[in-house]
């Protein structure tokens, strides 16, 4: 959709842009502000956090937050950890939900609707309530303090939206293309890995959004708390609640803020780099 | 190529299943994230003088109630994932109830009196005892005494001493009279017991029955409505207010009086603070004629019933309360010790003058209602306390209300 | 297309991995707890658990609290969302920059972000009654998690900043989704923006519109870890969702039964949503 050309005046077209860039840095401002103070904050000492006027801008700089937070191997570890259980979660998870998308998009089946029941009762319960059988049977299975007794919760809890959001996309997919494929000797396999697979980027790219940085990947705290008990396994949000000062009751809101920082990093970049993907695979144009 | 593969699997596989021959016992428990370092150190001083034995000590978060969730989770599923469990004072009789703790009379016996005797008695339920106590936690009133000494005033010892001095020497907003924890929290419940005690009232009297709707009661929640609203020398915020909230007023000098736990003291006497100097600590006030009491808090070690390690946790709970164990852990992470004669040792003594103060106190604490319900009567008197705070509800109305839901909880 | 036993078998293997996987960590734990709301001490007692309920004060007003709080912050949600979809599907420079600072609220750990709005609404030390102050839109600093209406802005506030990306992102791969063609189409003959936007854009973006709706009610009648940090729940109970009330119930008053029931009841209320939700809004065939 581009922006329409008013034919009679170059001044309200030039007023439209303005106050559409305005609006543009507004919402900017509003999404980025919270995220802002907590920049600002992790750069100022410890006891300026707490005086009176407040300052917008620190006096001096201090990144001593920061070292701290980077010389600390365990926080690096918690860096890593997530890393690796979120891109996990989300290449199971894409996996397993394009295939279920398919079959539930395309072919009928006896169990069709028992499946999509099963992925609805998953969403519809909150999340407290499987906290305990959960740790019970990665207690059995041997699972806690590994990696994977996380992402099979994730990708679990995750599946319901991806497969509606992969479902609903391949319904777009005209079944002539298919037909087509049919007529001309591919197996189902194959359709689905080399036509529509490829066709389906930009919902596949959504969806990774969407589960990394859902409430079940990168950000999950209940979870990650419970299984992982060692302090080499955890993961970041749980590893940022630990951060303590120098008393019990202490909150370090410079350390806390600059491990927000820190670890919006990895999604920053993830995000940025989806993002194009997006643009990339709806500028191929629409599906036909 | 297929060998290869086999191959890699075996080791993979074995290596999941792999059991080294145990010479290490191994036992842990959740704590707290150390601040300081004292409990590390203490743990690889027993580890040495125990090699066969290892301890692990798994740091939490500083939220009590997340590690209690922690604890619960693990005990809910069978599970030995913690030998030893690092209680709080009030988890210790819901924890008893449900089976999940061992009694420990069998060598915990005449040990005990060389304990405070509020934390002892926070340990036991239904006769037995489940807990070694190892920190003890006192509510204390923390006072400016530079303020107080140019006036010429001596330290309050009356409710109404403490009114006059802050009406007298207050300059809201910038400076206040009386601060205290008012956030519907566990904290709010220990200021009201606090109160509520200074006028001669309880909550449960000796025999068990409910008591705390009385005219003592309804003085006791008058009285904090009106320090905000009458006698107007604490600010309103006081509701959201938790343990740093008040400490970051009093240091930075915007309050006369404070409510708060020991641990504040030495954060108070660093270098870069204002009030540095300047503090004393007194008992907290009562009503004329009536006594204080503080509310105790405390944690301590108990022994968790899935464990599979008792008597290496029994060593190492008899090393960690020892006397040379509970001076190292307040010399590196400021402890508040629960035996009563490292009050009087001499190295304490000097970084701590004020120690001798807050052993009296300490010795007068009383514990809040030891009952495996606790935290549901809690609960409920939070948030009566809060809304009589907020002025949505009479003192009276608000105690008969939590009255009659404290009696339906107590009759299940 | 002739529905052979192998497109029988393809389909269920497909969707095989999905099954069990949901079966285990899903549905088992749902399971457990449907018996034991039915229990009390491993007897049982029948619908004891439930009538219980209905007479439980604070349980009304948790599920009141609950209520208004997505009747609240949900349809804002999909209002701004709506709105920041269509922004952000203009062509404009730094438009990739917008949309991730769009995303970053999504992406920031939800309990984190709790507390740094906490140290946000502070009364003395808080940014947000700074900026009111000196734009002097108040007098005097106010209490805001210390007075219940104030309080339930705050964590409305909170809500909306956090998940508003969630259908942003949803309804702009929505609007990406539509022919261009069919605004050409009907533009020849003559149609403004707001009758392109009313016959074209919204009736398309429905099965959009309708997958973000039901997804944020739901996790809105979950919410948790906002709230639980933000305010506990207070002040006076102001603000407990029941998902509060259940951890209370199971974590700390340790009544397994009663706290399945409420999990029971909760369940059953998300379905009655998600079936109205369909009933109302749900699979119509869009004719091109």
Known sequence: MSTKKYRFSPIIYGLTQISFYLLVIFIVILHLAPFLWQVICSLKNVDEIYSLPLKYIPSKISLSAYRDLISNPLFLRYLLNSILISLSTTFFCLLLASLSGYALSRLSLRFKTFFQFLLLIACLFPQIIFLVPLYELMANLKLINKPLALVLPYVTFSLPLAVWVMTGFFQTIPKEIEEQAIIDGFSRLKILTKIILPLSRPALATCAILIFIGPFAWNEFLFSLSFMIKDTSRTVPVGIALLSGASMYEMPWNKICAACVLTTLPLIIFVIIFQKRIIEGLTRGALK | ?412 | MPKSFDEQKFGLLLILPSFILLGLVALYPILRNLILSFTENDQFIGIKNFILLFQDERFKSSLFNTLLFCLISVPLQLFLGLVFALILQQRFFTRGFVRTSVFLPWALPTAVMAVAWKWIFNDTYGVFNDILLRLQIIKEPLAWLGKPDLAFFCIILAEVWKCTPFVTVILLAGLQSIPPELYEAISVDGANTLQRFRLITLPLLRPFLLVALVFRTIQALGVFDSIWVLTGGGPGGSTEPISLYVYDTVFRYLKFSYGSTMVIFSFILSLIFVFIFYKFWGDRQIEY
């Open chain 2, 1 to 412: 190529m297929y060998k290869l593969i086999i191959i890699t699997s075996l080791m993979i596989a074995s290596s999941y299943f792999s059991c080294y021959p145990q010479e290490k016992t191994k036992i842990t428990f959740l704590g707290w994230p150390d601040p300081g370092g004292g409990f590390e150190e203490v743990i690889s001083d027993f580890e040495k003088e125990n090699p066969d034995i290892d301890v692990e000590m798994i740091k939490g978060p500083t939220s009590t109630d997340t590690r209690e969730t922690m604890y619960v989770t693990s005990f809910l599923a069978g599970e030995a994932t913690y030998d030893m469990v690092f209680m709080d004072i009030i988890w210790v009789p819901k924890f008893a109830k449900q089976g999940w703790l061992i009694p420990l009379d069998g060598w915990f016996k005449e040990e005990r009196k060389e304990f405070l005797p509020g934390d002892i008695q926070g340990s036991i339920y239904q006769g037995k005892i489940y807990r070694v106590p190892l920190q003890s936690d006192a509510g204390v009133l923390y006072y400016r005494k530079d303020l107080l000494e140019k006036e010429g005033f001596m330290p309050p010892q009356t409710w109404d001493e403490l009114i006059k001095i802050s009406q007298k020497l207050q300059n809201p907003p910038h400076l206040w009279g009386f601060v205290f924890q008012g956030k519907q929290y566990e904290g709010l419940v220990c200021n009201f017991l606090e109160i509520l005690w200074s006028f001669g009232g309880d909550i449960f009297d000796k025999k068990g029955n409910l008591i705390l709707n009385s005219p003592q009661g309804v003085q006791a929640l008058e009285f904090m409505y009106k320090l905000i609203h009458t006698y107007k020398i604490t600010p309103e915020g006081v509701t959201t207010y938790e343990e740093e909230e008040t400490r970051h007023i009093f240091q930075e000098g915007r309050t006369i009086f404070c409510r708060n736990w020991p641990y504040m003291w030495k954060l108070t006497q660093e270098e870069n603070s204002p009030v540095k100097n300047k503090v004393g600590i007194i008992r907290i006030p009562h009503k004329e004629g009536k006594n204080s009491f503080s509310t105790l808090g405390g944690w301590g070690f108990g022994i968790s019933k899935f464990s599979k390690n008792k008597s290496a946790c029994i060593k190492f709970i008899k090393y960690i309360t020892s006397y040379q164990a509970q001076k190292k852990l307040h010399l590196k992470s400021g402890i508040v010790p629960t035996r009563k004669a490292l009050f009087s040792d001499e190295e304490i003594l000097k970084l701590n003058p004020h120690y001798p103060d807050l052993y009296q106190i300490l010795l007068s604490a009383k514990p809040r209602p030891v009952h495996p319900e606790y935290a549901q009567i809690s609960d409920i008197l939070k948030r009566f306390i809060h809304k009589v705070l907020l002025g949505e509800l009479s003192p009276k109305t608000a105690l008969d209300k939590a009255e009659l839901k404290i009696k339906k909880v107590l009759k299940e």
